[in-house]
C-alpha cells in the first residue's frame, strides 16, 4: 500500500508494455519442467492486468508469443497454445466484470483453428468493455509487422491509391497491427535481460524502458507499482531541452 501512495495518478503512462521473460528459468531454479514456469507466469498476467485496471492505465500490451517462438519444441508451443485457449475460457468473464477489452496483434494466419477461433471469440464478447485495453501480441514480431505494412503500401501506391511522394509517418502507422493504439509510453522487461526482442520496434521510439531482474512468475503487484514510479521520476523531453519542457 505504501508504494501505492507514492503514484502519482496525474502523471501515469498512457499504455505500458511488457515483454514477460523468465518462465523457464523460474521453472529450471526449481527443478520443474518449462511448462510449469509457463502456467505459473498466467498468475502473473492476472495479478498485472487487475493492477493496470485498477490504476486506470489506458492500455496494456503484454508479448505473450513471439514469431521466433515458433521454432521452439513442438511440445513447449503445444502446451503454450493450450495455456492460451485455457486462459482466454477461464478469464473472459472476469474480463467483462472488470471492463476490460480484448484485442490481439500478430500473424494470427499461424494461430491453431482453435485457439484463433477462442481468441477472436474473447475478443468479440468484450468490444463492449470501455476501460482498460488489453493487448496480446500473439505470433507477433515487429520485423513480421512492418514488413507487411510495407507490402500494403506497395500495393496501394502500386493501384494508384497513395501517393508514394507524400507518405508521412502517419499514413504508415496506419498500416500496422497497433492503427488507433497511442505508442507505449512505458516498456517493461522482466528477468534481466537488456533487449527488446523485435517488440513494437516502430511503436517504441520514445518510450522509457524499465527493466528489472524478477522472473515474470514472481512479477507482482509491487514490481508494477515501482515500475510505475520510477517512469514518473523521468523527465520526457522528445527531444528537446528540459528547459523547453519546463517551460510547458
Given amino acids: 500500500m505504501q508504494l501505492r501512495k507514492q503514484i502519482d495518478s496525474n502523471k501515469l503512462p498512457s499504455h505500458v508494455a511488457i515483454i514477460m521473460d523468465g ?6 531454479q526449481r527443478g520443474l519442467d518449462r511448462i510449469f514456469g509457463h502456467q505459473q507466469g498466467v498468475n502473473a498476467v492476472r495479478e498485472v492486468i487487475e493492477t493496470a485496471a485498477e490504476l486506470e492505465i489506458g492500455f496494456l500490451t503484454l508479448y505473450a508469443f513471439s514469431n521466433e517462438n515458433w521454432g ?14 485455457q486462459s482466454l475460457s477461464n478469464e473472459t468473464e472476469t474480463l467483462l466484470k472488470n471492463n476490460i477489452r480484448l484485442k490481439a496483434i500478430g500473424d494470427m494466419d499461424r494461430l491453431a483453428d482453435d485457439v484463433r477461433e477462442r481468441l477472436f471469440e474473447t475478443v468479440k464478447l468484450t468490444s463492449v468493455s470501455t476501460g482498460l ?5 500473439l505470433s507477433y514480431s515487429s520485423r513480421w509487422e512492418i514488413t507487411m505494412a510495407a507490402r500494403k503500401i506497395s500495393t496501394a501506391a502500386k493501384n494508384g491509391t497513395l501517393n508514394p511522394e507524400s507518405i508521412t509517418e502517419e499514413d504508415f502507422e496506419k498500416y500496422l497491427n497497433t492503427y488507433g493504439i497511442p505508442d507505449p509510453e512505458l516498456m517493461i522487461r522482466t528477468s534481466g535481460e537488456l533487449r527488446i526482442s523485435n517488440f513494437l520496434l516502430w ?4 518510450a522509457e524502458f ?11 503487484k509491487d514490481d508494477f507499482y515501482n515500475a510505475i ?15 523547453q519542457v519546463s517551460e510547458k
Wanted: charged share 30%.
Fill in 210 to 220: 524499465y527493466f528489472t531482474e524478477t522472473l515474470w512468475p514472481d512479477f507482482g
Fill in 72 to 85: 521452439r519444441p513442438d511440445e513447449e508451443v503445444s502446451a503454450l497454445m493450450g495455456i492460451m485457449i
Fill in 203 to 206: 511503436q517504441v521510439a520514445y
Fill in 229 to 243: 514510479i520510477d517512469f514518473q521520476k523521468r523527465e520526457r523531453r522528445f527531444g528537446k531541452t528540459s528547459e
Fill in 133 to 137: 485495453t488489453l493487448i496480446i501480441a
Fill in 23 to 28: 518462465n523457464g528459468r523460474w521453472a529450471r
